[in-house]
DNA sequence: TCGAAAGCAAGAGCACTGCTCTCGTTTTGT
DNA sequence: ACAAAACGAGAGCAGTGCTCTTGCTTTCGA
């Protein structure tokens, strides 16, 4: 085996041993030293593969949003009738969170408190873009497919239009200021509701997590103006 | 000094180096050892007055929750009439927002990902449930004020209504099923955006968090149908 | 082809962590 | 007055991330 290759190997199978507690026992308690007892290295060796621990935490973050987006993706692309989008609004949101309630470690490390002076590289913040960027494609199809009827919205001032700068840029077709306040509210409210069911903040009050989201999801169409 | 004097005197000091540390190094970096150094103790001491760790952070936790309580219920209060609920709404959505901002640590312990096999004791949920009792009571108030015109909200099927059971109970006045999934969705949606805003979701998308913060807070009040 | 350079694994070691146990001392309650 | 409980200190255990040195091996250029 060429030095290489071995390369390859290690590295491989670090990341795969890293991955495997990650999910077990979350991203705190990973620990460098018995990932390497795991691949039957000695602890010193692994830092000759990564740097540092946060930067093994790093690689899992990337390789995380890259499942989610899979996810994601895979769960759009799945609706036959594109102009449903409805249903792909639905799809994306219910693989959202069966995702994070497969792999609550790897949705904590991503979307839970980041850890202390961590701040995320730019490669990670491409990989997270996937799942934005399909919220962003329902919202420049819908706004192409012609008429909405959602709930009403505000008049979104210029200052207001100035604070949706990022978004505007990330978005190839224009989409009015109210519709995206819409849209990011949506993709809030989707993401709010995973963190507090799974983080137990709902535990009081929610008794069956699957009907709640379903009708919270169901009300983000209507006032989307998703047609079926 | 008494003994109890002294104990009582003892715990307050812990407490508040260990307070100060979570403010500067975060929940994950909080070293027992060092809060030790900090009150002049040698760490086993500490031990006599916490038996672990995890039991300190759950004070920390019980003390941030109230901060938080005290916040919110402090700026609903100052809402003068107390029938401008659209008002109180928007004042409650702020205080949490604020303190968020000004205390990022103690929000993420709170609202962040889990500390790994932590379970909340009885004693943590009791603080946690001012805050959300806050956004109940409105939710109620705006109930009984009379005429709700809000966004539509589709109708919530015997399904859905089951699933509210724990927020049935800790209401004290009836409010009609999809109202109250609207008022869940507005808490989902304020954590959710302040949780998104800490944690460096919105970094690349929102320029200019306070008014995109107003901006959706305004609409939760439409869609709330909250009458000035 | 051969020797320098670079890559690699191992081991020792540093400074740190949470936590336990023991050992004197001091304060309590009976 | 005396036993019991509480207390602080210190040593120690098992673990952590990370660095440095020491040999060995693969790679690559003259």
């Not at 960027?133 to 706004?143: I, K, M, V, Y």
Request: glycine share 8%.
């Amino acid at each position: 085996m060429s030095r290489a290759e071995n390369r390859a190997e290690q590295t491989r199978a670090i990341l795969e041993r890293a991955r495997a507690q990650l999910a077990e026992v979350g991203p705190a308690a990973l620990s460098v030293r018995q990932i390497a007892r795991d691949v039957g290295l000695v602890s010193s060796a692994v830092y000759r593969y990564f740097p540092s621990r946060d930067e093994l935490l790093t690689a899992l973050i990337v390789e995380s949003y890259d499942e989610l987006g899979d996810a994601v993706e895979q769960a759009d692309a799945g609706v036959r009738r594109r102009s449903d989008l409805d249903k792909r609004f639905l799809a994306v949101c219910a693989a959202i969170r069966d995702w994070a309630r497969a792999n609550p470690h790897e949705y904590a490390l991503l979307y839970g408190s980041p850890v202390p002076g961590y701040v995320a590289p730019q490669t990670t913040t491409t990989s997270a873009s996937r799942i934005t960027g399909a919220f962003l494609r329902l919202a420049q199809e819908s706004e192409t497919a012609g008429d909405v009827l959602g709930a009403p919205t505000g008049a979104v001032p210029p200052k207001g239009h100035q604070a949706l700068g990022g978004v505007h840029l990330a978005l190839e077709t224009t989409v009015a200021d109210d519709r995206i306040v819409r849209w990011l509210m949506a993709w809030t409210t989707v993401f709010g509701h995973v963190s507090m069911e799974l983080f137990g903040h709902m535990h009081r009050g929610i008794l069956d997590y699957d009907t709640h989201f379903q009708q919270v999801t169901g009300q983000l169409v209507a006032d989307l103006g998703l047609t079926g």
